[in-house]
């Protein structure tokens, strides 16, 4: 991991720790011991009554209305409440709760389920920042067949060891308009020569944006040759940084005066990508959610000419997952909780491009008939990518990479 990365947390906990709100933590239900997470019977009822201060991106409409609607199952069926803490940045939740245990809070946290994954999981698993192991005890763990299904039990290279949950998959997808673009780029040195004959028509999210974040890191994997490749699975201290990642600066630099006013602004986010393809000002964008862009065709946000496809050479993917700090007040309604998002009606619901479009984590294929009939795709949509086509998925490089490189991105394009 990134030494520089858990400085930055330690340096910003006593400015997290200021900002706690204390109207939020005089909410928290009397104290319970950590429930056992083999005692599922005894876990379901100490849940009962919690409420579950769930933090999680805020940044995207369909998101948030999914979340609400797990709310409303949980109270509704487990008698748990919910509570959507919208963020900006995962990475602040991590921070308050380095702030917490500094200050020496360790029984009554302000935070009870996050969702997380990549350099902030491994931040806060390095510290001793997470309850468990509680993800193989589940009941519905089960259904994603870790045996078969490596990907829900690892993360950005790095084993969960049963303290994360998973939840959902990503993977880049790139769409563009049909009717705009004839032929798309096949690969990253493509999309340079697709930019420059088609200037300010693309660009990525401002860095750290997590979408950004990953189009750095698909292009460096992209520029990077061979056997170099293993060192981005690797701590980032076991390698040359400036060596491995020049080809991408020289990439990036000759990209950014060809994109989307000409590289001077970025969007901020997935979701603002999104809008400016829908207003006509970009023709090729990409997205982490395979879904997106034939559920905003499905809302009339893209035009019905929008295609969606992956690069030749394959694209990032991962496995998001929830986690339970270790000062949880409601370790038991978290439990319940990621359980529930586990099932198949909230998989089901999740991946429904009505709702979301954000990819089931679970083995479909070894469900019951009529549960697999619940993931059945909408193939009428010509926006929708055909699932056969994200069979060419690259692992994500060592959680201590996407540190590194959003600092260096900042630092050359930015400045202090």
Do not use: C
Not at 173 to 198: G, K, Q, R
Not at 218 to 240: C, F, H, K, M, N
Request: charged share 20%.
């Amino acid at each position: 991991m990134s030494h520089a990365f858990v400085d930055r947390l330690a340096l910003r906990a006593s400015v997290a720790l200021t900002a706690l709100s204390l109207a939020t933590l005089a909410l928290a239900a009397p104290l319970a011991a950590a429930p056992d997470p083999a005692d599922w019977d005894a876990v379901r009822e100490q849940a009962r009554g919690q409420t579950v201060y769930w933090n999680a991106w805020g940044g995207d409409t369909r998101t948030n209305a999914y979340i609400a609607w797990v709310g409303e199952q949980m109270a509704a069926e487990l008698d748990v409440e919910v509570v959507h803490v919208k963020l900006d940045d995962t990475g602040t939740a991590v921070s308050r709760v380095v702030a917490e245990k500094a200050a020496g809070n360790v029984t009554d946290g302000s935070i009870d389920l996050v969702w997380i994954n990549g350099e902030n999981f491994a931040a806060m698993k390095a510290r001793d920042l997470l309850f468990g192991p509680f993800a193989e005890a589940l009941p519905h763990f089960a259904l994603t067949r870790p045996e078969a299904n490596p990907e829900v039990v690892t993360d950005f290279t790095l084993p969960t060891e049963g303290f994360e949950s998973p939840w959902g998959k990503a993977q880049i997808t790139f769409y563009y308009d049909s009717e705009a673009v004839e032929t798309p780029p096949a690969s990253i040195a493509a999309l340079l020569d697709w930019a420059e004959a088609n200037p300010g028509r693309f660009t990525y999210p401002r860095i750290p944006d997590f979408t950004g974040s990953t189009f750095l890191k698909q292009a460096l994997i992209a520029l990077t040759d061979g056997q170099a490749r293993d060192a981005l699975y690797a701590p980032i201290e076991e390698s040359d940084f400036d060596a491995m990642t020049a080809p991408l600066w020289e990439y990036l630099d000759a990209l950014h005066p060809h994109l989307w006013r000409s590289g001077r602004q970025f969007p901020a986010s997935g979701p603002e990508l999104r809008s400016l393809m829908g207003s006509g000002e970009l023709a090729l964008a990409f997205t982490f959610y395979p879904s997106e862009p034939a559920a905003a065709v499905a809302d009339q946000e893209l035009p019905p000419s929008t295609r969606s496809y992956v690069l030749d050479e394959g694209t990032l993917g991962n496995v998001h997952f929830v986690a339970i700090p270790f000062n949880s007040p409601h370790k038991a309604g978290a439990m319940v909780l990621a359980n529930f998002l586990l099932s198949a009606e909230a998989q089901a619901l999740k991946q429904d491009l009505a709702v979301w479009g954000d990819r089931t984590v679970l083995d479909v294929a070894h469900l019951d008939p009529e549960t697999q009939a619940l993931f059945a795709v909408d193939e009428e949509n010509p926006a929708m990518l055909p699932a056969e086509a994200l069979h060419e998925t690259l692992p994500e490089p060592h959680p201590s990479w996407m540190d590194a490189l959003e600092a260096a991105w900042q630092a050359r394009y930015v400045g202090d």
